[in-house]
């Protein structure tokens, strides 16, 4: 075998500690010595908790589902206004995206504390959302300077949507396989975060898992901002966008037709996941209480046909609109993922 292939490691400083998020933050704060801090957060006690040591000029509450341009604006002159030199965000990849979207135009340097597994702040990728179509792109100006994780602060998220934004997060690690930029480093950080993100799924109920759901979601991250969207994300990015639709809840639904889809056309990766989560995919989704029953899309054919032209043309295997309708049909049924690919 042969390799060849340019790797490129994204520049960030990641504090992980239970139980520590406010310390680290203060840790951070100083080092960065910023003096003029906005928060973004939504009004929630883990906020409350995490800024505890520091001193906050003014907090941004106006958090939204794919970051819709209106909110983006707004916080961008509020933190004009306010003279911020550095953005706090702490919640779930809506917060995290809307500091992202602040961050693009301003070039504030951003510290995040993820509250889910979305994984967005260990990424350069942003997103914004107007008249229902999701505009992404990628820029090192959005990359958090540093990523703080604490278990403790996702303890509150209810089981259901942890299990959801944890598939997500395995979402990341199995689209990484064949994604445009895919190689053998982002690989191994997706494989080792399919590992971690099983045992963290199985002990969703303990801070244990959580810790591990936390390593697991970060190390997806890094595997998807390195290799790019793969049919996947590409097909969830277009469905959020178009339909508004619940981002962890879309990718868990739709990741075990993917997976089955292009399995029979990438068998190493296909055996690598399912070695690396112990049993198939299904399996674990019925175990942990995960549910690929897509919600939401109100007519697939126009999903389809808004789909395909984001299709990569690396895919290990071609798709047709057809394809695509038949996977999101599939879906909306909750057919069997398996029985679905060999029919
Ligand atoms: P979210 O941030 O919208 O949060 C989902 C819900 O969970 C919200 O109601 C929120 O208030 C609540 N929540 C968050 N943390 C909680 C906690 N600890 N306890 C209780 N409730 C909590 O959803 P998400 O799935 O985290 O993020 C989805 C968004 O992130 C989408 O817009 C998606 O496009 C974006 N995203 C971006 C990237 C990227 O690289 N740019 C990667 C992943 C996701």
């Known amino acids: 075998m042969t390799w060849q292939f340019e790797h490129v490691t994204l520049g960030q400083r990641v504090r992980f500690g239970t139980g520590e998020a406010a310390a680290n933050l203060a840790l951070e704060v100083e080092r960065l010595g910023a003096r003029r801090v906005l928060l973004i957060a939504e009004e929630t006690s883990a906020a409350e908790v995490v800024v505890s040591k520091i001193d906050v000029t003014a907090r941004c509450t106006d958090v939204a589902p794919h ?26 990849g809506s917060t995290t995206g809307l500091a992202k979207a602040v961050a693009l135009t301003t070039g504030l340097p951003i510290v995040a504390v993820p509250t889910t597994y979305a994984g967005s702040e260990a990424t350069n990728v942003w997103g914004l959302t107007e008249a229902a179509r999701k505009t992404t792109g ?23 949507l942890a299990v959801a934004s944890g598939c997500n997060a395995l979402a990341h690690c199995v689209d990484s396989m064949w994604a445009p930029r895919t190689d053998p480093i982002n690989q191994a950080l997706a494989v080792e975060g399919i590992r971690a993100l099983r045992g963290g799924l199985r002990e969703i109920t303990t801070l244990d898992g959580r810790e ?11 595997a998807f901002a390195s290799a790019g969207s793969g049919l996947h994300h590409k097909i969830c990015h277009v469905l959020g966008g178009a339909y508004d639709l619940p981002h962890a809840q879309t990718h868990t639904a739709i990741l075990p037709y993917v997976l089955a889809f292009n399995a029979p056309a990438a068998p190493q990766a296909a055996a690598r996941i399912t070695e690396a989560l112990g049993t198939d995919l299904i399996t674990l989704y019925d175990e942990v209480g995960a549910s690929h029953v897509l919600r939401g899309v109100p007519d697939v054919s126009e999903a389809a046909r808004l789909i395909l032209p984001s299709v990569p043309p690396s895919n290990p295997r071609p798709v047709t609109e ?22």
């Open 67 to 92: 970051v819709p341009v209106a909110n983006a604006e707004r916080a961008r002159t509020q933190a004009s206004e306010v003279g911020a030199d550095l953005l706090v965000s702490v919640g779930g």
């Open 322 to 343: 057809d394809d695509l309708a038949a996977l999101l049909n599939a879906a909306q049924a909750g057919q069997n993922p398996t029985e679905w690919s060999r029919a």
């Open 138 to 160: 990628s820029d090192d100006r959005v990359l958090p300077v540093t990523v703080i994780y604490d278990a403790a602060l996702t303890a509150s998220l209810p089981d259901e």
């Open 212 to 222: 591990q759901m936390l390593y697991g979601a970060h190390l997806s991250a890094v």
